[in-house]
């Protein structure tokens, strides 16, 4: 009785902690089910609540204490990867097939046994469960083992074609992470600086190069070249360091955190810390860390420069810096999945440093080359202060429609192509036609945001005829037509809806930049266009970074937009041809040909 008494008292107390914790007990979890259709086949699943999974190898459909009857296939619902392991979030469905002996015939019982594991979001894994159902089989409906084996019989047997399954491919952002688990530490340090290296000539670190420059400049009169590399090997370092940090903490808990920091008002704020550094580039006043914080910072006056660059490199990595790639993204899987904090972010920090050389470079040629105090030395000035207001109006492109961003590179520009004397008589030739171009180019941004068509690279090429092809019924464009998702069910939906046809997921959002270069650059190529139309294109918009898109996001292994994964037409995941990154057209042809 004392044994009965505390094991009944154990399963209140687990009821009770469930409960108070907010957890879902198991039959409100899991609802497992039964039936036939009219064809007596078994139809079985699970309806599972929200934010609750199911693994995959742990769900089954079996017969028991059947003879005579048993399972000729099992059609069973694709799986999704989930931090690792084969699992289903939405209520997975199973068809089984049945098949008798030719002994058997009329209505006849049959046990199916449902077994199933799951947990939930929230952290908790419940016990393995099963459930057994009783059915009535119309046996007349079956087909015999005789009748299979003369169908096998009365046909040849194809030969089995050998190939590599999808579960065996492994995708670049997998194979990187596995160079990280199978190399030595040294040999994975310099594989990454390699990384970073090829990373630092991606668009992604382009907006660095104004700050690093305008930086030194802006340090005036006295700067040697030994302290312009000092300053910016402290950019860089300030800039590696925060990037690992970022790295780690989305490697151990998957979360995106440059994402978070695209809040509007974080990157209003890093906007106005853009413009204000252009106004001091101008002479309007000096921008310096006020007296007293310079005197605790450092009992050296001249070495207070260094804090500003550290605070503008360290901001500059989180707010500015490189967009996910596949190097990155291999880091982040080693992380989570081994939670290798220390090798993850060894390879992570070399990897920054190896983005981190070019900018080393422009920032020593800035003060090597910087001209004597004079005219052209303000002219200096003012180039690095119009560079800064860019990269304030290419920040706010994240969140500001883009005919509004393209309308404030246009004024930038006709106001810096007047300045410099775009109509003026006097002056060195060589700047007067440089700013007459300017003043065109400008113009020509003007112009395509007035005719509804704004564009960077081809401000008229509203003008242009555009790319038809017309026949007698219609008249067909290459425009590429995207049904957006954001949630997992959304998606699903989707999947399932064009089972049979090769599939196209792209993950995107308003404020990455790459994703926009890609959708210029290679989406826009005819040769990627005709490619596309052999599938169904789906883009996963993870603007919001709310709960929805994270759980979208992770169920996919994606750290970070830009991605793209393809489906081939049995719904498998094509690994080894998944993008990370932007990729030319060329490349992406490369892997979207299967």
Same mark, same amino acid.
């Given at each position: 009785?004392?044994?009965?008494?505390?094991?009944?008292?154990?399963?209140?107390?687990?009821?009770?902690?469930?409960?108070?914790?907010?957890?879902?007990?198991?039959?409100?979890?899991?609802?497992?089910? &039964?039936?036939?259709?009219?064809?007596?086949?078994?139809?079985?699943?699970?309806? #599972?609540?929200?934010?609750? %999974?199911?693994?995959?190898?742990?769900?089954?459909?079996?017969?028991?204490?059947?003879?005579?009857?048993?399972?000729?296939?099992?059609?069973?619902?694709? &799986?999704?990867?989930?931090?690792?392991?084969?699992?289903?979030?939405?209520?997975?469905?199973?068809? /089984?097939?049945?098949?008798?002996?030719?002994? $058997?015939?009329?209505?006849?019982?049959?046990?199916?046994?449902?077994?199933?594991?799951?947990?939930?979001?929230?952290?908790?894994?419940?016990?393995?469960?099963?459930? $057994?159902?009783?059915?009535?089989?119309?046996?007349?409906?079956?087909?015999?083992?005789?009748?299979?084996?003369?169908?096998?019989?009365?046909?040849?047997?194809?030969?089995?074609?050998?190939?590599?399954?999808?579960?065996?491919?492994?995708?670049?952002?997998?194979?990187? &992470?596995?160079?990280?688990?199978?190399?030595?530490?040294?040999? /994975?340090?310099?594989?990454?600086?390699?990384?970073?290296?090829?990373?630092?000539?991606?668009?992604?670190?382009?907006?660095?190069?104004?700050?690093?420059?305008?930086?030194?400049?802006?340090?005036?009169?006295?700067?040697?070249?030994?302290?312009?590399?000092?300053?910016?090997?402290?950019?860089? +370092?300030?800039?590696?360091? &925060?990037?690992?940090?970022?790295?780690? !903490?989305?490697?151990?808990?998957?979360?995106? +955190?440059?994402?978070?920091?695209?809040?509007?008002?974080?990157?209003?704020?890093?906007?106005?810390?853009?413009?204000?550094?252009?106004?001091?580039?101008?002479?309007?006043?000096?921008?310096?860390?006020?007296?007293?914080?310079?005197?605790?910072?450092?009992?050296?006056?001249? *070495?207070?420069?260094?804090?500003?660059?550290?605070?503008?490199?360290?901001?500059?990595?989180?707010? /500015?810096?490189?967009?996910?790639?596949?190097?990155?993204?291999?880091?982040?899987? %080693?992380?989570?999945?081994?939670?290798?904090?220390?090798?993850?972010?060894?390879?992570?920090?070399?990897?920054?440093?190896?983005?981190?050389?070019?900018?080393?470079?422009?920032?020593?040629?800035?003060?090597?080359?910087?001209?004597?105090?004079?005219?052209?030395?303000?002219?200096?000035?003012?180039?690095?202060?119009?560079?800064?207001?860019?990269?304030?109006?290419?920040?706010?492109?994240?969140?500001?429609?883009?005919?509004?961003?393209?309308?404030?590179?246009?004024?930038?520009?006709?106001?810096?192509? !007047?300045?410099?004397?775009?109509?003026?008589?006097?002056? @060195?030739?060589?700047?007067?036609?440089?700013?007459?171009?300017?003043?065109?180019?400008?113009?020509?941004?003007?112009?395509?945001?007035?005719?509804?068509?704004?564009?960077?690279?081809?401000?008229?090429?509203?003008?242009?005829?555009?790319?038809?092809?017309?026949?007698?019924?219609?008249?067909?464009?290459?425009?590429? @037509?995207?049904?957006?998702?954001?949630?997992?069910?959304?998606?699903?939906?989707?999947?399932?809806?064009?089972?049979?046809?090769?599939?196209?997921?792209?993950?995107?959002?308003?404020?990455?930049?790459?994703?926009?270069?890609?959708?210029?650059?290679?989406?826009?190529?005819? *040769?990627?266009?005709?490619?596309?139309?052999?599938?169904? !294109?789906?883009?996963?918009?993870?603007?919001?970074?709310?709960?929805?898109?994270?759980?979208?996001?992770?169920?996919?292994?994606?750290?970070?937009?830009?991605?793209? #994964?393809?489906?081939?037409?049995?719904?498998?995941?094509?690994?080894?041809?998944?993008?990370?990154?932007?990729?030319?057209?060329?490349?992406?042809?490369? @892997?979207?040909?299967?």
């Amino acid at each position: 009785m004392k044994i009965l008494s505390k094991l009944i008292a154990f399963v209140l107390l687990s009821i009770f902690s469930l409960h108070a914790a907010g957890f879902l007990m198991p039959d409100e979890a899991f609802k497992p089910y &039964a039936k036939l259709n009219d064809k007596s086949q078994i139809i079985a699943g699970v309806k #599972i609540a929200d934010e609750i %999974y199911l693994y995959k190898e742990k769900l089954k459909v079996t017969l028991v204490e059947t003879p005579g009857i048993s399972i000729e296939k099992v059609d069973a619902p694709k &799986a999704v990867d989930h931090m690792g392991d084969a699992v289903y979030l939405k209520s997975p469905e199973f068809i /089984v097939t049945l098949k008798k002996d030719a002994s $058997i015939s009329g209505v006849k019982d049959v046990k199916v046994k449902v077994e199933y594991q799951g947990c939930s979001e929230q952290g908790l894994c419940y016990e393995p469960s099963e459930k $057994i159902f009783t059915l009535a089989v119309d046996t007349s409906k079956l087909d015999t083992n005789l009748a299979k084996l003369n169908a096998l019989v009365s046909k040849p047997v194809a030969k089995k074609i050998s190939q590599t399954t999808p579960e065996a491919e492994k995708s670049q952002t997998d194979m990187i &992470a596995d160079t990280i688990k199978s190399s030595s530490f040294f040999v /994975v340090l310099a594989t990454f600086f390699v990384f970073g290296l090829l990373l630092s000539l991606t668009p992604c670190v382009f907006p660095m190069i104004p700050i690093i420059s305008g930086l030194i400049i802006s340090q005036g009169e006295g700067l040697t070249t030994k302290k312009a590399f000092v300053l910016s090997l402290v950019y860089v +370092l300030a800039m590696a360091v &925060a990037y690992t940090i970022a790295g780690i !903490l989305a490697g151990l808990f998957g979360a995106n +955190l440059q994402a978070a920091l695209q809040n509007p008002w974080v990157v209003y704020s890093f906007a106005a810390i853009f413009v204000a550094l252009a106004a001091s580039m101008f002479g309007y006043y000096e921008l310096k860390l006020p007296d007293a914080i310079v005197s605790r910072v450092s009992q050296n006056p001249k *070495r207070s420069g260094f804090m500003g660059v550290a605070i503008m490199g360290f901001l500059s990595a989180l707010i /500015v810096g490189p967009c996910v790639a596949a190097p990155l993204a291999g880091a982040l899987v %080693y992380i989570g999945q081994t939670g290798d904090a220390l090798l993850g972010g060894a390879a992570l920090f070399t990897m920054s440093l190896g983005m981190g050389v070019p900018l080393i470079l422009v920032g020593v040629s800035a003060g090597k080359f910087m001209p004597k105090p004079g005219a052209w030395m303000t002219l200096v000035n003012e180039v690095f202060g119009v560079l800064m207001l860019g990269v304030a109006v290419w920040m706010l492109e994240k969140i500001l429609p883009y005919s509004v961003t393209i309308l404030m590179y246009a004024m930038l520009g006709l106001g810096f192509s !007047l300045h410099l004397g775009a109509f003026s008589s006097v002056g @060195h030739s060589f700047k007067r036609a440089l700013s007459t171009i300017l003043f065109i180019y400008s113009t020509a941004l003007f112009i395509s945001v007035l005719a509804g068509a704004p564009s960077m690279t081809e401000p008229l090429g509203f003008l242009k005829a555009k790319n038809v092809v017309v026949n007698s019924q219609a008249t067909q464009t290459n425009e590429l @037509h995207f049904t957006k998702v954001t949630s997992l069910d959304e998606l699903n939906a989707l999947l399932e809806k064009n089972r049979g046809k090769k599939i196209l997921l792209d993950f995107s959002a308003a404020w990455c930049t790459a994703c926009k270069e890609l959708e210029e650059v290679t989406f826009s190529d005819p *040769r990627v266009q005709k490619r596309m139309q052999e599938f169904v !294109l789906i883009r996963a918009d993870v603007t919001d970074n709310g709960p929805k898109e994270k759980a979208l996001s992770k169920a996919y292994g994606v750290f970070g937009p830009p991605a793209i #994964i393809f489906f081939d037409k049995d719904g498998n995941i094509m690994k080894s041809k998944t993008i990370i990154g932007f990729v030319e057209p060329d490349e992406f042809l490369k @892997h979207s040909d299967f």
